[in-house]
């Protein structure tokens, strides 16, 4: 009887270090190691944590992580708010166990043991801010939490969310490089969502159910630089030139119509974290060992001159374990091509530039 009167008494305690306010005061320790750092209790799978868990894309998307059967761990890192956020998804009835983490001084503990690391940590386009304007906040965010991940999860797969994505996946291979821990295969830019608006806006043009469609975007993920391959769109489709131009400009300024369509209330939220999650999922499904998982993403490729490009890879147990090749174009690609090139190289040496300089 006093043996299981302890145990409770253990359990309550422990139940309430993850989510009392108290465990999450600067610097305090939040009972968690390498050891504890696993399901108790919980199904197998994977430890995931979200870095900027209570911004506008982290919440919807620490949902649909929780929801994840894949997921055993889910930890939430943030600034702000994450004791809110922490003690509201982990009352969903799912398997993943989920914990909070509040301030730089506990950002080493939310990383330690993860397998994936998702990034929508940072500063959202507002009207009239182009995506270069973000570079400066968002580089230093990205450069501390990529810091973080060298010292706690170097094998992690990490996923970078935070704009301009064309310049942070420079940022934080240089900041792997400097710490001696980079692996290509282990540091995809999410270009999804430009992904998932291109099968949105073809299937309406076709008139069919955007799950029919596949559209690969291939380049960076910012205006020209987002280039829509129509020729390869799946299933098979021919466009007029008026359509692949009107479907071309719609996919590369998707962004920019949830901006002004929220005037002034952020940019794309739960579409993102929609396709954060899609992506992610797609990852773990790769870590497992499945075969044949295929996504865009923005990653060190050698597809073209340049060192960083996004064209569809295969994720696997090590992360992007093949990188596939553009594929033929049409003389309207090949002309987007060429301008998303000369831009993407000016993106991606100011995101080395911001290390090494
Ligand atoms: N890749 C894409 O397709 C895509 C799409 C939309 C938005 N974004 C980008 O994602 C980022 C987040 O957008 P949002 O709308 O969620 O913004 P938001 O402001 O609502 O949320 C950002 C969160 O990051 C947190 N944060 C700030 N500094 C941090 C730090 N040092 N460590 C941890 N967390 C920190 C903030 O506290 C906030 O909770 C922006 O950079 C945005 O441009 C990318």
Redesign the pocket.
């Given at each position: 009887m006093e043996a299981h009167a302890a145990e409770v008494n253990h359990r309550i305690a422990r139940i309430s270090a993850h989510l009392h306010p108290s465990n999450f005061k600067e610097g305090g320790d939040v009972l968690l190691n390498k050891a504890n750092c696993r399901a108790k209790g919980g199904a197998p799978g994977f430890k995931v944590a979200i870095?900027?868990?209570?911004?506008?894309?982290?919440q919807p998307l620490a949902l649909l992580m929780k929801i994840n059967p894949l997921v055993s761990v889910l930890h939430l890192?943030?600034?702000?708010?994450t004791p809110g956020v922490t003690a509201d998804v982990s009352h969903m009835d799912t398997g993943a166990v989920v914990r909070g983490f509040l301030g730089?001084p506990q950002?080493d503990n939310a990383l330690t043991g993860m397998d994936l690391v998702i990034i929508?940590?940072?500063?959202?386009?507002k009207p009239g801010m182009t995506?270069d304007d973000?570079f400066k906040i968002?580089a230093g965010?990205v450069r501390?939490?990529c810091e973080g991940i060298a010292r706690a999860c170097p094998n992690a797969i990490v996923n970078?969310?935070?704009?301009?994505?064309n310049s942070t996946v420079a940022i934080a291979a240089e900041v792997f490089k400097k710490a001696g821990t980079y692996d290509p295969k282990r540091l995809l830019?999410?270009?999804?969502?430009?992904v998932v608006r291109a099968n949105t806006f073809v299937a309406e043009v076709l008139g069919v159910d955007p799950r029919e469609v596949d559209v690969p975007v291939v380049g960076g993920?910012a205006g020209v630089t987002i280039l829509p391959l129509l020729s390869q769109v799946k299933p098979p489709s021919s466009f007029t030139a008026e359509e692949a131009e009107y479907l071309t400009n719609r996919i590369q300024n998707g962004?920019t119509e949830v901006v002004e369509a929220k005037a002034g209330a952020?940019?794309?939220?739960l579409s993102?974290a929609y396709?954060?999650a899609k992506f992610a999922n797609s990852c773990l499904h790769g870590l497992k060992g499945e075969a044949g998982v295929v996504e865009c993403a923005f990653v060190d490729s050698q597809v073209t001159e340049l060192p960083f490009f996004a064209t569809k890879v295969r994720l696997g147990r090590s992360g992007a374990e093949e990188i596939h090749q553009l594929g033929p174009l049409n003389e309207y690609e090949r002309i987007g091509l060429e301008k998303a090139k000369s831009e993407l190289a000016e993106s991606i040496k100011k995101g080395v530039d911001f290390i090494k300089k």
């Open positions: 870095l900027g868990a209570a911004g506008g894309i982290g890192y943030d600034v702000v708010n730089q950002l929508p940590a940072g500063v959202p386009r995506r973000l968002n965010i501390t939490l970078l969310i935070s704009n301009p994505v830019g999410v270009t999804t969502l430009d993920h962004g952020g940019s794309a939220t993102m396709a954060a």
